[in-house]
């Protein structure tokens, strides 16, 4: 018997199908989107962060004063650590004259001037950083470095007097004014005061610029407080005055 021509291109073609479904199956190959040689693998990186970038004074400054201000930038929100030192590793202690803390809030500012609230040595070089917080701890700035004078190249402001209240006053309220005399050339005032335990008294203890000689404190609880003040020039700070004592009843 004869087979056609058609019949046999057709059973071929059959055959050639189910071959194909029976054959397992293949992934496919790779596409290749870029030419051969110029493909690159990018690696994601931890991001690291930034440190506080110290302003002034400008490093290896020699200061005119015996407490200069510190002036920096924060980084990040949180407690910061600003360090002055004579002592390159900043190991605490006497070598360490200031060691203070500041809490960033939002917004964060683009700039902290932090006053150095003690006289330092004279004629000392000191190193001064700044630490932002981080999940490792604090994270320093660059060290920079200044020097001060010799103490007897200025003079520093004699101790101011206090004006009111007058010392071992009684006053009805809540609210008391402090007030002193002005000292000539004064760049600022540092004010503090305690309760009869000698806690500090948020309220009644600022700094203020050299044209202010009063505080007004008020909303403090009834009591008896004692407070002082003392007076910053170009060259540095003075003598605290007498502490003065009075009673809110």
Known sequence: MRVSKVSLALLIALLSFASALAAPSRAPSAEITCPAGSCKIYLSLIAVPGTPQLLAPADGFASPSLAPMLSWTPIALGVHNI?????????????????????????????????????????????????????????????????????????????????????????????????????????????????ANGNSVGAGSDELGGSENSLLVENIPLGTYHWKVKCMNAFGWGPYSPEFYFTLY
């Open 83 to 195: 360090q002055v030192s004579s002592d390159p590793l900043f190991i605490a202690g006497t070598n360490m004259p200031v060691d203070v803390t500041k809490t960033i809030r939002q917004p964060i500012p683009d700039r902290i001037d932090t006053t150095i609230t003690s006289n330092l040595k004279g004629s000392t070089l000191y190193y001064w950083r700044v630490g932002a917080p981080s999940p490792q701890g604090y994270l320093y700035s660059p060290v920079r470095i200044f020097t001060t004078p010799p103490k007897s190249s200025g003079t520093l402001p004699i101790a101011t007097n206090i004006l009111a209240p007058k010392n071992n006053s009684s006053i009805r309220g809540t609210t008391v004014k402090l007030q002193w005399q002005a000292i000539p050339g004064a760049t600022s005032y540092r004010i503090k005061m305690y309760d």
